[in-house]
């Protein structure tokens, strides 16, 4: 079994959000419908636009950052997988 998160995903300001790790078998999906972000493993991230998706690990420190002044809206889903 497993479990899904959906959220309503904005971001403000240009500062980096960071995420502790999560538990193992975290992973977190994102599709961003508006505006620019940096996301994914604080080691790693990588920028996504509109109309991007990206899916990573969160079971290490992550963050979110907005690049630019345009809005940022996307679909954020977290699962957790108890296997």
Same mark, same amino acid.
């Given at each position: ?26 992973? %977190? #999906? !994102?599709?961003?419908?508006? *505006? $620019?972000?940096? &996301?994914?493993? @604080? ?6 636009? /509109? ?9 290490? %420190? #992550? !963050?979110?950052?907005?690049? *630019? $002044?345009?809005? &940022?809206?996307? @679909? ?6 108890? /296997?």
């Amino acid at each position: 079994p497993s479990s899904l998160e959906i959220y309503d995903f904005r971001l403000h300001g240009t500062a980096a959000q960071y995420s502790a790790a999560h538990p193992q078998g975290t992973r %977190e #999906h !994102l599709h961003l419908h508006s *505006g $620019r972000v940096r &996301v994914g493993p @604080s080691v790693e991230p990588i920028e996504l636009s /509109a109309g991007d998706y990206v899916t990573f690990d969160a079971s290490q %420190e #992550h !963050l979110y950052q907005r690049i *630019g $002044r345009a809005d &940022v809206r996307g @679909s954020l889903f977290i699962t957790l997988s108890d /296997a």
